[in-house]
């Protein structure tokens, strides 16, 4: 259904006619029936919001996004609104009611995990009081015959068998469910919004090297060697013999260790720091990955020499403790531009590509909540465009490319505040917060410095004087290279630590290829269809 309802827009103007049309459960606005190729003002999508209806204005009808979007609305006269109410409530119905399998899957899923999680908690509760009325169980008396004693031991024990086998069955059929349930494909996809919503995606399992364990486990081993040292040494030769024997590992290979070679590697290597100054000098370490070391030597091993060697080791292993990999804020964001992957080598999936531009905006947060707001405004607004028309047809919209395209084809690409305005400008402040942080990753650490070369570079050939102005404010005001550091770890301090730095190039070395990559297909597109311009603002 398409027509003109009256939609209120502020005080100043008030009601004012636009033309409405309802398609595939969204409906959209635009100036006027004629103006409709330059692409809609706003639209709503039926399927979340709430229809209300004017209790006294017979003509007048709500349509509500409680906390994100309203649209006050008045048709000609009430019979046109009737029509409108039927329609959009059809609208509304309709996708309420097609919903999918997967969906219904979903839901039927969730509400039976619950239900065998109540059953889980009886059933531990259950067990658990089973086991403590068997612990504080008294001795039979002498008149209790050994019959009775056995009867009830039976007894006993098939009861707390039953209870461990129901709840051990109905755990596995909680996992099950869940299993179904979580699956990735049945998560609902959200379009971005500001924030971005985006399915829960599955935590990154870090490796860790296994020729370095962590440092804790390396303090405890070596406490553990301190203190273990004068046992070691009281012990006669032939003990001490026997104990080596004990600490080899077998030649010829016992059952477990076969087993063991099959799971893992044995790697011979030297350690990084000597335990003890007198080692035999043909003794080797034999380190099996993902378990402590052992020393194999030909001689009894004795312990550290002097409590100094102790300490001395200790102290490297705080030195290595402060030289571990810090996190930063490009390693913990929830979405990087080097985690999209591109369709068919060069299409840049739109709602992966959105939701990086919004997980970098911070970046103008930690640079200056209060002088960055305007910057900050325009390169959000930017998105928010671009997302408007995404969310406008997202099965045909799924790539940049797409969206673009298609705005050249309808000629609507040179029209103000279209899709591929927005995306212009935007990739221009995607382009200025590259060159900054590539700055910062060069050793750079004065940060007006850097702030100002990347906008020489990006941004100012396209500013008026005006525009010059607020920026050249917004670069003076710019923190300090302590103050900026500060700001981008995950844990208070962790700027002053020696691996910041050597986190800082890890991170951005990955992320910032990535983002330079996608800003250059975006270039060769525009540049392809003639869509770049020299305006200045």
Same mark, same amino acid.
């Given at each position: 259904?398409?027509?003109?309802?009256?939609?209120?827009?502020?005080?100043?103007?008030?009601?004012?006619?636009?033309?409405?049309?309802?398609?595939?459960?969204?409906?959209?606005?635009?100036?006027?029936?004629?103006?409709?190729?330059?692409?809609?003002? /706003?639209?709503?999508? @039926?399927?979340?919001?709430?229809?209300?209806?004017?209790?006294?204005?017979?003509?007048?009808?709500?349509?509500?996004?409680?906390?994100?979007?309203?649209?006050?609305?008045?048709?000609?006269?009430?019979?046109?609104?009737?029509?409108?109410?039927?329609?959009? /409530?059809?609208?509304?119905?309709?996708?309420?009611?097609?919903?999918?399998? *997967?969906?219904?899957?979903?839901?039927? %899923?969730?509400?039976?995990?619950?239900?065998?999680?109540?059953?889980?908690?009886?059933?531990?509760?259950?067990?658990?009081?089973?086991?403590?009325?068997?612990?504080?169980?008294?001795?039979?008396?002498?008149?209790?015959? =050994?019959?009775?004693?056995?009867?009830?031991?039976?007894?006993? #024990?098939?009861?707390?068998?039953?209870?461990? /086998?129901?709840?051990? *069955?109905?755990?596995?059929?909680? @996992?099950?469910?869940?299993?179904?349930?979580?699956?990735?494909?049945?998560?609902?996809?959200?379009?971005?919004?500001?924030?971005?919503?985006?399915?829960?995606?599955?935590?990154?399992?870090?490796?860790?090297?296994?020729?370095?364990?962590?440092?804790?486990?390396?303090?405890?081993?070596?406490?553990?060697?301190?203190?273990?040292?004068?046992?070691?040494?009281?012990?006669?030769?032939?003990?001490?013999?026997?104990?080596?024997?004990?600490?080899?590992?077998?030649?010829?290979?016992?059952?477990?260790?076969?087993? @063991?070679?099959?799971?893992?590697?044995?790697?011979?290597?030297?350690?990084?720091?000597?335990?003890?100054?007198?080692?035999?000098? !043909?003794?080797?370490? &034999?380190?099996?990955?993902?378990?402590?070391?052992? &020393?194999?030597?030909?001689?009894?091993?004795?312990?550290?020499?002097?409590?100094?060697?102790?300490?001395?080791?200790?102290? +490297?292993?705080?030195?290595?403790?402060?030289?571990?990999?810090?996190?930063?804020?490009?390693?913990?964001?929830?979405?990087?531009?080097?985690?999209?992957?591109?369709?068919?080598?060069?299409?840049?999936?739109?709602?992966?590509?959105?939701?990086?531009?919004?997980?970098?905006?911070?970046?103008?947060?930690?640079?200056?909540?209060?002088?960055?707001?305007?910057?900050?405004?325009?390169?959000?607004?930017?998105?928010?465009?671009?997302?408007?028309?995404?969310?406008? =047809?997202?099965? %045909?919209?799924?790539?940049?490319?797409?969206?673009?395209?298609?705005?050249?084809?309808?000629?609507?690409?040179?029209?103000?505040?279209?899709?591929?305005?927005?995306?212009?400008?935007?990739?221009? !402040?995607?382009?200025?917060?590259?060159?900054?942080?590539?700055?910062?990753?060069?050793?750079?650490? %004065?940060?007006?410095?850097?702030?100002?070369?990347?906008?020489? *570079?990006?941004?100012?050939?396209?500013? +008026?004087?005006?525009?010059?102005?607020?920026?050249?404010?917004?670069?003076?005001?710019?923190?300090?290279?302590? #103050?900026?550091?500060?700001?981008?770890?995950?844990?208070?301090?962790?700027?002053?630590?020696? #691996?910041?730095?050597?986190?800082?190039?890890?991170?951005?070395?990955?992320?910032?290829?990535?983002?330079? %990559?996608?800003?250059?297909?975006?270039?060769?597109?525009?540049?392809?269809?003639?869509?770049?311009?020299?305006?200045?603002?």
């Amino acid at each position: 259904m398409e027509g003109v309802l009256y939609k209120w827009t502020n005080y100043l103007s008030g009601w004012q006619p636009r033309w409405f049309v309802l398609v595939g459960g969204t409906l959209s606005y635009y100036d006027s029936q004629e103006d409709a190729w330059k692409g809609c003002k /706003g639209s709503i999508k @039926m399927s979340v919001c709430e229809i209300q209806v004017h209790s006294s204005d017979n003509t007048r009808v709500d349509l509500i996004i409680p906390g994100e979007q309203y649209f006050y609305l008045k048709a000609i006269n009430a019979a046109e609104r009737q029509k409108w109410l039927v329609a959009l /409530g059809t609208a509304k119905a309709c996708l309420t009611d097609n919903r999918t399998k *997967k969906e219904k899957e979903l839901h039927e %899923n969730t509400e039976a995990l619950k239900t065998k999680m109540s059953e889980l908690r009886l059933y531990c509760d259950l067990l658990l009081q089973q086991v403590h009325k068997i612990k504080e169980s008294s001795p039979p008396a002498a008149s209790v015959s =050994d019959a009775d004693v056995e009867q009830e031991n039976i007894e006993t #024990g098939t009861l707390v068998k039953s209870t461990c /086998g129901t709840f051990l *069955k109905t755990l596995e059929e909680c @996992m099950q469910i869940a299993s179904k349930t979580f699956n990735s494909e049945l998560l609902p996809q959200t379009p971005p919004s500001s924030p971005p919503v985006a399915a829960i995606k599955p935590d990154k399992v870090k490796h860790s090297n296994p020729s370095s364990h962590s440092i804790t486990e390396r303090k405890k081993e070596l406490n553990n060697n301190c203190r273990s040292k004068a046992p070691f040494e009281k012990l006669s030769p032939e003990e001490q013999e026997k104990q080596s024997e004990l600490e080899k590992p077998s030649e010829a290979g016992t059952p477990a260790t076969d087993s @063991m070679r099959g799971e893992s590697s044995v790697n011979v290597e030297h350690t990084d720091w000597e335990e003890c100054d007198d080692t035999p000098a !043909g003794g080797s370490v &034999v380190k099996l990955e993902g378990q402590s070391e052992a &020393v194999s030597t030909e001689e009894p091993q004795a312990g550290c020499s002097e409590e100094k060697d102790c300490d001395t080791l200790q102290q +490297g292993v705080q030195q290595q403790d402060e030289e571990e990999n810090v996190d930063t804020f490009f390693s913990t964001m929830g979405h990087r531009f080097s985690d999209i992957e591109l369709e068919d080598g060069s299409g840049i999936p739109t709602e992966p590509f959105l939701e990086s531009c919004y997980a970098i905006v911070p970046v103008l947060d930690k640079l200056g909540p209060t002088v960055f707001a305007p910057v900050k405004i325009d390169f959000v607004g930017n998105i928010k465009k671009i997302n408007q028309k995404y969310i406008s =047809d997202p099965e %045909n919209f799924t790539t940049l490319q797409k969206i673009v395209l298609y705005e050249v084809e309808t000629n609507m690409a040179q029209v103000r505040n279209s899709a591929t305005e927005a995306l212009l400008w935007l990739k221009r !402040g995607l382009k200025f917060l590259k060159e900054f942080l590539a700055e910062v990753n060069n050793g750079e650490k %004065n940060i007006y410095a850097a702030l100002n070369n990347a906008y020489g *570079k990006t941004l100012r050939q396209y500013h +008026g004087w005006v525009v010059r102005g607020v920026f050249a404010l917004a670069l003076r005001a710019a923190p300090s290279y302590e #103050g900026f550091a500060a700001a981008l770890v995950s844990n208070e301090g962790d700027q002053r630590k020696a #691996g910041f730095s050597k986190g800082m190039h890890r991170d951005l070395d990955v992320y910032l290829p990535a983002m330079e %990559n996608q800003l250059a297909i975006l270039d060769a597109m525009y540049e392809e269809y003639s869509l770049e311009s020299d305006e200045v603002v």
